[in-house]
């Protein structure tokens, strides 16, 4: 915001008839109370959430009467800045102010204080305890409204809601990449900016709305030039961080995505392959290099992470980190369906517009056939079993290197066995001893090596007998613990 905006800003701000839910003027001289700071981010960020506005004001330097009378507090930029941190220590959700503006007015400094709307479905708590406001009075936010915080997620889209207001034509096609839009879809580029904004709002990137435009979390996350023109969307890009050995203590290089994830997917896994590891085959005639990880499994796995993101999730992107050993895929939010029943389960996704654009792009699978396809690839290069690990608040996915039988450990193999067990099922067959020793490379006079990572499998509930009848080992066939 340049400071021509926030002069104007402040002009407004002094122009309303008095105080309201979502502005609060404090004369704030240097000692002014902390927690009581913290008590006013906290009922202005529910009361900005609950008024459905883009944030709420906090303004030092100005008195009842709405003078400017100036603020001596923390006048130390360094110490200014460090309220982000501050603030967001003590709150629930990590939230903080947005931004931490400074202006000068007629000689006086005044400090603006933009305060974001409470996380959807997550009201602010400042030290465990949640605040609201009754016109200008601070006081505890009420149960009712609470609740209603908390009752968003039920009905919340991330990618109706608008992640820039107020643009003019000619702003919209400054924040996302049209001419990239039309090229990904193989359609030329209309020639009058009418036909842009026609197809744009046809497709819900924007929203008309009179004169003026809002982009949608839709529009912005997919064809942005920049994700740091939309504050909350600034810290949204892919990750991708190369690490020293097997562990996170060294890392060799990184990179953060800028683009939105249409116009930058391609270049991530450019980025990507590029850099990962790859073997030498000698074939009948020539030697030729196979890369250490399917690229079809890689590329299902990041377009997963960009589409099932939970990105009510503050504070976290989706994030590709590989090791010596090992890839991991991570993205903020848990899954929707167990972590058990990735294969073979009817898609759900919680960004179904986002899903089915990515989907239109040829970026990913829509029908729910990715992981299964990931799974597939690891069978077909003969790598470990990948592995899918739930957490408080993310999702990862693990694509292991290349490892003999003999060290892999007993989750590995038996991971193995339900995974090739699911595919099987999903094609009309079963798992038996010898589609297991053909997966793993089992030699067939070693079938007694597979018979006992099946009997562990059995053990774990992962798998049960087709025909509980049939004693033979060697010809028993079997299916998913859920079939």
Known sequence: MTSYDLTELLRKLLAMPSESELVEFKEANNSFDFNELGRYFSALSNEANLKEAREAWLVFGVNNAQQVVGTAFRTDPVKLQSLNKEIADQCNNRLTFRGIHEVIHEGRRVILFEIPPATIGQPTAWKGHFYGRDGESLGPLNTDERHRIERQLQQYSFEKSVAFPNASVSHVLSLLDYKSFFELFGQPVPQEAQGVIARFTKDKLIIRDKDVFHVTNLGAILFARDLHDFDHLAHKGVRVIFYEGSGRTVGKREQEGQKGYALGFNGILSYLNDR???????????????????????????????????????????????????????????????????????????????????????????????????????????????????????????????????????????????????????????????????????????????????????????????????KSKKLTKYVPYWA
């Open 276 to 470: 990962l590891p790859i073997n030498e085959e000698i074939q009948k005639v020539r030697r030729e290099q196979i890369p250490m990880y399917p690229v079809k499994a890689v590329r299902e796995l990041v377009a997963n992470a960009l589409i099932h993101q939970d990105f009510t999730t503050n504070g976290a992107a989706p994030m590709v980190e590989v090791f010596d050993n090992r890839i991991e895929i991570t993205n903020p939010g848990r899954p929707l369906i167990d972590v058990l029943q990735f294969i073979n389960h009817t898609p759900q996704s919680r960004n179904e517009a986002l899903a089915k654009m990515m989907h239109l792009l040829t970026f990913c699978e829509r029908r729910g056939s990715g992981i299964d396809r990931v799974v597939e690839e690891c069978e077909k290069h003969q790598l470990p079993a990948p592995n899918f690990i739930v957490g408080d608040n993310f999702t990862r996915a693990i694509l292991y290197a290349p490892r003999p039988l003999r060290l892999m450990d007993r989750r590995d193999k038996i991971r193995a066995c339900y995974q090739h067990a699911c595919l099987k099922y999903d094609v009309g067959d079963f798992l038996t001893n010898q589609s297991f020793r053909e997966r793993m490379g089992i030699a067939e006079q070693n079938y007694s090596i597979a018979s006992r990572i099946i009997a562990d499998t059995i053990e774990e509930g992962l798998i049960k007998p087709y025909d509980p009848e049939n």
